[in-house]
């Protein structure tokens, strides 16, 4: 029987930072070095730099003009002119240059009237010390700089030169090992293409990201090699990097319940787990202990729970060796856009899309599954769910902290129902042309699109209903769903649909009166996608029982998801677009062609974001690339063919 | 007779901003290259990267359990248990391991019955894909990672690799050479010891401010040896740059309307002077040009015009290089807390404290010199005041440009009013502990401080005023000019007030009484000042008619500022704090042991940053730190020792 570990003594994330921050020395955490100060540019001072010299050290010309001894320029004025001789009673001084022994005033060029080589006019007396900047007028020597734990800006360091401080005493960046474990993981330095990657293979991106994060946290990473499951191995390898000084020590993977349990091991063995199990999803499997002085930290498998074990454990550690504090997050009250289920006794940490729509901020969960690295590169924002709470209802008014500039968010359009490849292609037009535009979209089918508008949760609906009974698209699901709001219509495109099947159509499918037979599975789109409702029209104009259909109840919310279906042999057959099918190399039977519009409260169409989005899908650009994808027709692309009062 | 260079042609920055960019070549400002995706952390992608392999790439557990077919677990019931014999009906797999061929779902361990080695019992079913992580569940190939001109994160470096993306298309860093020019230059790198300085050399700063600022703008800076006024040379350094591919050449200085116009001679003749001379303050005599289609900035020479050019003028091009916009400036309304006046015709770029006073945000001028570096070290803002516009009114609602995180502003407090040494003290013992706190301190003297405190521009005042009548400090003054303000008064420290006077005093001073000596010249405080207060109260107990003293006219605003007046030899005396005639070697007669307060309206005592500034200086760290300088009794600091009921 296997054995298999239990998260008996399970942590909340303030329990385990406290166990394991209080275990680590203050003088572990303060190393200090002197540095030049031309390297110092967003270093941590570890003391406060004072001036050295005053700024300036020399009394200087704070304009072009003369030097002259004021008191013997008292008498000019507009009646009694005053004629200085140069050489004698004045001399030539440029802005900067130190005032000459004697003088103690500067006449400005624009104020003299030279009379010849050697002599000048002046009509008006100068005060003592006027247009002179004189020593320590800026800064006095002794002077505070900057004070200790400041984060050098490349102001400071001109002001670090100029106040004579060449070196400068400042925190040392910790370095961090991060060692990528078990026997399935792969280097992608070790393999020349992709098509030795097999099933038994997993490329490490994990050590990649850590280290990134690690470069952000001001830490220097070093990557070690991926290590299989061998406990003698890894007990080697950190031996030796005990002895190499580096400040932190992070294995990643190698620490779920499973029975490759070896990080705990190794660290029980060598030194003290401290924590092992905390109540957090995704991140539950973190460990945390210290071997000789040295924090470790066996982060989760997962991306998303390695990161978010590292921004809980890791990112607080990294800045406390450098004298700095967590920079407070930028929090956000948003309302919930869908319901959020959370399990009491975790706390939940869900990544969400956020968005200004009228004069709401609204967040929509993204997937919530640990190992999805989309999630990581979407969202705007992250949603905690405490411990003691079940979760979020739609509606609910709460808490956010940003990922992204809260600029972002207000610059950011929800494109929310059925997904289309061109809403790809318009998010990189948009970067493109460099315009401040950043598109979330989400895939809930064209039907959940419009309730989603009508809701006031997203911007654009993208919807492809067809009307059987008109053979038009979407005006009379518009007019059912969204009665009452004034909206546009625009169209996106037109597409080619049809079924996605095996390459090479090994089972010889002809067309949708081959989907009841014996031989062949087939994989759905969900309720309310406007390719379900197309296929249940052309499945009643032949006749066909839908229930006949092995699979039709299996549903996937993409056009990609039942295309990868297809691919991976989980089914035979799919309705979808010709462009996911082409994407993944597949053959494709075609049924239709059919209308993808973008639907938009005409009180949007004002908004820049808006008006920026209309001009891209218009431009010529966007129309030959979605061209140049095949399955598509833009020649219609971004024009207004229906408004509807509401 | 000297020529002099006049701005014929000043151009306003949004010209000139337009004259110089319209010059450049798009192709020129666009260069590519490939590189390794673990090198790839904060470039900007120049094409948009798609998966190349879809996420997960193999069908796998999402779960720790068994591995079965799905269709043979539909009998399972509480009722009715299934038994499963591993190795025929199931295996065992680990979350992430390939599901095995053949089975399509995966029960978690929790839900297992273990009957003996080779045996499990399940009491429900599993429905197909339970518990499985399919091809493409995350990513699908073909998919949109990111758009093209998106600033790589730590996530998309692991999103990067495991869809496959190994090297990534980026925009190339531009290369950009500084070239400090003028006579007078010398860099730290030449001198063995601060001693080696003379009023003939000004240390090279801007050089090292400026690659700083590259670098932060992701630029490659190379500094060039600062070169003499001598047009051959800087020509031959050009030319040899020319060839060297540098995307960008600076030259610092050399372009004051002076007479070593030469960057602009050097330009005219290699290329093109496009603008020379700009409608700003400070930045006026920035000169923009083109070089065989190099573009190339004769940066002023004074560091905030510097910095201001750099900001209009470089940064814009470094970001374009890389395909970045600048980002939005995060802007801020606030009420001026003094009039600021403006010349018509020039746009001002006024550096400012921002701090939240109650519920209002208050912003407080620094100094305008384009010569003060302090400035830009202190400021939390800029004001830009439009040509059109002559100066802002004290109480005026206005935008102010962050240059701090809003929070940093909203965790700055304003001690305005009387300079004390114990205020930097403060400000690093801050640091020290590691608190949020961001001390702005404003010397306008200890009454200027009261009138601060009145409006409502200021958290706490500095103040050291004398009541001549009691003897008692400050009570009598906040009584009369705070009226209506319930406020408390705690001792800042006490310190030791008296004559600063040349090292070895050679004029034999020895009091007050010598002041009205004919050899001996003062520098006095400004009206309202404590120590101006306490001078006068002085001379009247000696019977001294102030305008006996020959320099009492002369006003300094801080204690430093009169003790430089007396080192430099400007005056022989000053009356100040010990600290200030130790900090710059001089001597020091006693008068008067005075005391310093902090007087903070009591409605503020609950802020939680006031609070710390309470704790911070009853601190023992704080006393022995004042103590440590001399001339401060600091037993009594922290004490509240008087409320006022206003």
Redesign the interface.
């Known amino acids: 029987?296997?054995k298999?570990n239990i998260y008996l003594s399970m942590r909340s994330p303030e329990e385990a930072k406290d166990i394991f921050f209080s275990s680590l020395n203050s003088w572990y955490m303060k190393k200090e070095e002197e540095i030049e100060?031309?390297d110092s540019?967003q270093r941590v001072t570890s003391q406060?730099v004072f001036a050295?010299?005053?700024?300036?050290?020399?009394?200087?010309a704070?304009m072009?003009g003369v030097a002259v001894r004021a008191e013997k320029t008292f008498s000019a004025s507009e009646v009694n002119p005053l004629v200085l001789t140069v050489g004698k009673d004045t001399l030539?001084v440029?802005?900067?240059?130190?005032l000459p022994s004697g003088f103690?005033a500067v006449i400005m060029?624009e104020k003299l009237h030279?009379l010849d080589?050697r002599h000048l006019e002046i009509r008006a007396p100068a005060y003592?010390?006027q247009n002179v900047?004189?020593?320590?007028?800026?800064?006095?020597?002794?002077?505070?700089?900057?004070?200790?734990?400041?984060v050098i800006?490349?102001?400071?360091?001109?002001?670090?030169?100029?106040s004579?401080n060449?070196k400068i005493r400042v925190w040392k960046r910790p370095k961090v090992l991060i060692i990528p474990t078990g026997s399935?993981i792969l280097s992608?330095k070790k393999i020349e293409s992709?098509q030795e990657?097999?099933?038994?293979n997993?490329?490490?991106?994990?050590s990649?990201?850590?280290?990134?994060?690690v470069?952000?946290n001001h830490g220097i990473p070093y990557i070690h090699e991926p290590v299989p499951d061998d406990e003698g191995l890894l007990k080697e390898i950190i031996e030796d990097a005990l002895c190499k000084d580096f400040d932190l020590i992070v294995i990643n993977a190698g620490s779920?319940?499973?029975?490759?349990d070896i990080t705990s091991n190794v660290i029980k063995d060598m030194g003290e787990v401290l924590v092992h199990g905390v109540s957090i999803m995704p991140g539950k499997p973190t460990i945390l202990g210290i071997i000789k002085g040295t924090p470790i930290v066996g982060n989760p498998?997962?991306?998303v729970s390695a990161?978010i074990s590292f921004e809980l454990f890791i990112r607080p550690i990294l800045l406390r060796f450098q004298?700095m504090?967590p920079?407070?997050k930028n929090i956000l009250r948003a309302y919930v856009g869908r319901n959020i289920p959370s399990r009491l006794g975790i706390e939940d940490f869900i990544r969400v899309n956020v968005g200004k729509v009228g004069k709401r901020y609204i967040l929509l969960p993204l997937?919530r599954?640990a190992?999805?690295?989309?999630t990581?590169?979407r969202a705007e924002g992250i949603v905690r769910i405490p411990q003691d709470k079940e979760g979020l209802e739609e509606g609910e008014d709460i808490e956010v902290e940003l990922l992204v500039?809260k600029?972002d968010v207000e610059g950011s359009v929800f494109i929310i129902g059925s997904h289309d490849i061109s809403i790809?292609i318009l998010?990189?037009e948009?970067?493109?042309k460099?315009l401040?535009l950043r598109i979330s979209s989400g895939n809930v089918g064209s039907l959940g699109g419009l309730i989603s508008l009508k809701k006031g949760y997203s911007h654009i609906a993208g919807s492809h209903l067809l009307d059987p009974e008109t053979g038009t698209y979407n005006v009379s699901y518009v007019q059912r769903y969204l009665r009452g709001i004034k909206v546009s219509i625009f169209n996106l495109v037109k597409r080619l649909q049809g079924l996605i099947v095996q390459k090479g159509n090994p089972k010889g499918i002809r067309g949708v009166e081959d989907l009841i037979r014996e031989d062949i599975s087939f994989v759905n789109r969900q309720r309310g996608a406007g390719t379900r409702i197309l296929l249940d029209y052309k499945l009643k104009e032949h006749g066909i029982d839908p229930q006949k259909i092995r699979g039709y109840e299996?549903e996937e919310y993409t056009h990609?998801?039942v295309?990868?279906?297809v691919?991976?042999g989980?089914a035979d057959c799919a309705m979808g677009i010709y462009a996911a099918s082409k994407?993944?190399d597949l053959d494709f039977i075609p049924i239709v062609e059919e209308q993808y519009d973008l639907i938009i409260p005409s009180e949007y169409l004002d908004l820049g974001v808006i008006k920026m989005i209309i001009e891209l899908i218009s431009s010529d650009s966007f129309k030959e690339r979605m061209h140049s994808l095949g399955g598509y027709d833009s020649s219609f692309s971004g024009r207004l063919w229906k408004e509807i009062d509401g």
Chains 1, 2 share one sequence.
């Not at 050295?52 to 200087?60: A, E, L």
């Not at 440029?94 to 130190?98: L, V």
């Not at 400071?156 to 100029?162: K, M």
């Not at 990649?208 to 994060?213: A, M, R």
Request: hydrophobic content about 35%; proline content about 5%.
């Open positions: 029987m296997k298999r100060v031309e540019f406060p050295k010299i005053s700024v300036p050290h020399y009394h200087g704070a072009d030539w440029n802005t900067g240059q130190p103690d060029v030279q080589e003592p010390w900047r004189k020593v320590g007028e800026d800064i006095v020597a002794s002077e505070l700089i900057v004070p200790r734990n400041h800006s490349a102001y400071d360091i001109g002001a670090f030169i100029i004579g060449f399935e992608h992709l990657l097999s099933s038994k997993i490329l490490d991106s994990n990649y990201l850590l280290s990134s994060l470069r952000q779920s319940a499973g029975t490759k498998g997962y991306m990161s004298g504090e920079t407070r997937s599954s190992g999805s690295i989309s990581l590169i500039d600029k790809d998010k990189d948009a970067k493109r460099e401040p299996n990609m998801a295309a990868v279906a691919k991976s989980l994407a993944l």
